[in-house]
């Protein structure tokens, strides 16, 4: 099956910085869009940022100017680089990805997928 495996969250003060990567595995065809969400204490799951396999990217109003988000299509990850860091950037970090795997011996199939998320605090 297909997992999306994501690591570098952690605790850090204002104004610092932090990289999630997100790595994708299991039998893959192809890794459409991929993106970043925030869920915060309290508070609705919301896109921080997205890129599709062609590069192009979006951003929550929110981050634009201090994250980036990049991905690696032969090693099926994304990164997200987070600048600046400020304490309402605190929440769980959720990777998510469009994935063509292979469903059975011979089918192919295509859903999204979320990972287990990790835990990023801005202290103030």
């Known amino acids: 099956q297909v997992q999306l495996v994501e690591s570098g969250g952690g605790l850090v003060r204002a104004g610092g910085s932090l990289r999630l990567s997100c790595a994708v595995s299991?039998?893959?065809?192809?890794?459409?869009?991929m993106g970043w969400f925030r869920q915060a204490p309290g508070k609705r799951r919301e896109l921080v940022a997205g890129?599709?396999?062609?590069?192009?990217?979006n951003y929550a109003d929110s981050v634009k100017g201090r994250f980036s988000i990049s991905r690696d299509n032969a090693k099926n990850t994304v990164y997200l680089q987070m600048l600046s860091l400020k304490p309402e950037d605190t929440g769980v970090f959720y990777c998510n990805a469009d994935v063509s795997y292979l469903s059975g011996s011979v089918d192919r199939s295509t859903r999204n997928f979320w990972g287990q998320g990790t835990q990023v605090t801005v202290s103030s």
């Open positions: 299991g039998s893959i065809f192809r890794v459409a869009y």
């Open positions: 890129i599709t396999s062609g590069g192009s990217t």
